[in-house]
């Protein structure tokens, strides 16, 4: 059975108060993205609509939460007759790619996942091809990554746009911590404010 019993005693409360009959709104969701990944994309539809259109309960079941008194007799004659009514909408949250700039803001994005993914696999291969590193000469284009381990505080104002202040504050944890390994323990050590670390998550790697 694949409802929680706490589902059903509001039911339960529902069909009590003459509210079971409501429309309601349900959302399929991943609770998580892998770590590094800033969009999903969900797949499996056709089971969950399968899923949906055979959720019903079996008299052993309805009989069992009844002597268990998780349900009512009223509650137990409304679920033997229980099937989803549904309409589904599916929505898409990405921009489209026919307003001006979006593929190409799009592509870049998928070039610093690429050059993300790289650098976790091979951070020396990622340091040799200068990843990150819009203030050395190189031969690439990783989409604007900023490798906030080995930027000069002074490249921290130009390229990652931080105040000379915040610049300071991160060379210095960066300093003293060795190097830093997530957006999260930057924020942490450097006291960025909010808006300063979401505007360098876009861009931020650490190599």
Known sequence: MLT?????TMLRAAIANGTAQRYCVFEAFARHLPR?????????LDRILEAVEAFTFSPDQVLS???REVIDIPTAKWLS???FTVAV????TQPSEDLPGVAEELARRR???EYRALARRDPSLARNLRVGRPDLPRNLDD???LDLNALPAEQLTTFAGLSPEEATSVADARHHLGRF???NELALYADLSEPTTAMLSEHAVFI
């Open 89 to 92: 909408l599916i929505r898409n």
């Open 36 to 44: 590094g990944r800033r969009y999903g994309v969900v797949a499996g």
């Open 81 to 83: 007759g229980f099937r």
């Open 4 to 8: 929680d019993q706490y589902e059903l």
């Open 181 to 183: 390994t997530s957006l």
């Open 143 to 145: 989409g604007g990554l």
């Open 111 to 113: 070039l610093r996942e």
């Open 65 to 67: 939460l009844l002597e």
